[in-house]
Nanobody, 115 residues
Framework: QVQLVESGGGLVQPGESLRLSCAASGSDFSLYTMVWYRQAPGKQREWVASITSDQFTKYGASVRGRFTVSRDNAKDSVYLQMDSLKPEDTAIYYC?????????WGQGTQVTVST
């Protein structure tokens, strides 16, 4: 069983930054590939970024160059540093992992980018 809890969302203006955190339970965290998704109102869920157990990272085209995913295995946590935020980044952000055939999701954290 894996539990994921996101935090760090909020309301920011365009061009500002936010850092999301996702804390995981489970003794095998260092082995998980962790993934960030987002879902904007009225839109399908979108893959944002992922980081493997050996720190290999990938990004969606819409966030590449602005967002950075990282992990701290000592803290069982993964992070999403979001810079140069745009109104179109407004969404609920979720962290997720697939472990031993099961999908695990956090409850999500709201990010709103608006003037």
């Amino acid at each position: 069983q894996v539990q994921l809890v996101e935090s760090g969302g909020g309301l920011v203006q365009p061009g500002e930054s936010l850092r999301l955190s996702c804390a995981a339970s489970g003794s095998d965290f260092s082995l998980y590939t962790m993934v960030w998704y987002r879902q904007a109102p009225g839109k399908q869920r979108e893959w944002v970024a992922s980081i493997t157990s050996d720190q290999f990272t990938k990004y969606g085209a819409s966030v590449r160059g602005r967002f950075t995913v990282s992990r701290d295995n000592a803290k069982d946590s993964v992070y999403l540093q979001m810079d140069s935020l745009k109104p179109e980044d407004t969404a609920i952000y979720y962290c997720s992992t697939l472990w031993r055939g099961n999908d695990y999701w956090g409850q999500g954290t709201q990010v709103t980018v608006s003037t």
